[in-house]
């Protein structure tokens, strides 16, 4: 489950991603994206991965963005453009639909690609020397409808243009006002406040979660385009599982529920 620049470990059900360029302070390439999908489908697929964390390798950055070093080969012309943004967005996109919570733990810059990263995370928690930006118009790179959709669901229209339009980098209080972060820790707390936030999200029952994420998502969809149906389901799933059962009985017995996701 590792590659030199994109790290995969487990420590009991969190299942951490690790982008791992801190000489370029995480900058992601085409193969990083590629390799980093295929790492999400299989903490996606294993049942013993209740929460996924992504980070940042060094205490520098997050992700930085993409890593413009290899624009001459990765993105030279259009047809290179085209791979390039299907290979991040799909991995973006498997990050959305991951059927478990995701939290993006953040230090340092979180800029560009690192933004549109994090913001497919359910959750942000990072630093307070934490920075975030889109230097998009200070490099001629056009961010679509997939780039800016959840910052803007996130923020509102006009801050989302104002991120676009003056590139700059924002600190943590702002980004929290915002509503972009979830929640600051001091740096050196950061790794155990995530940890305890995961660990406990793991210990509640995952087809809850699951079905808060799935309405959640369908939530943000216009009213037309909701799948009701599939909201009932996951709902009556619930009350047919044995975790059900098992969270029934732990209440009355007064002990901790023990759940497995069925």
Known sequence: MTTEKILANKEGPIGFLIFNNPERRNAVSLEMWQRAGEVLAEFAADDSVRVIV?????????????????????RANAEAQ??????????????REVGKPTI?????????????LALSCDMRVCSDDSQFGIPAAR???GYGIEGLGRLVELVGPSVAKEFVYTARRYKTDEALRMGIVNQVFPAQALDAAVREMANGMADNAPLSILTAKRVVDELMKDPAKRN?????QLVNDCGASEDFIEGRRAFMEKRKPVFKGR
């Not at 390039?84 to 799909?90: A, H, I, Q």
């Not at 733990?105 to 690609?113: F, H, K």
């Not at 009701?228 to 009932?232: G, I, K, P, Y």
């Open 82 to 95: 085209e791979k390039y943004t299907k290979t991040s967005s799909g991995m973006r996109k498997i990050l």
């Open 54 to 74: 992504l980070t940042g390798a060094g205490d520098k950055a997050f992700v930085s963005g993409a890593d413009i070093s290899k624009f001459e080969d990765e």
């Open 228 to 232: 009701v149906a599939l909201c009932e």
């Open 104 to 116: 993006a733990m953040i230090r340092g810059y979180c800029i560009g690609g690192g933004m549109s």
């Open 139 to 141: 490099l001629g790179i």
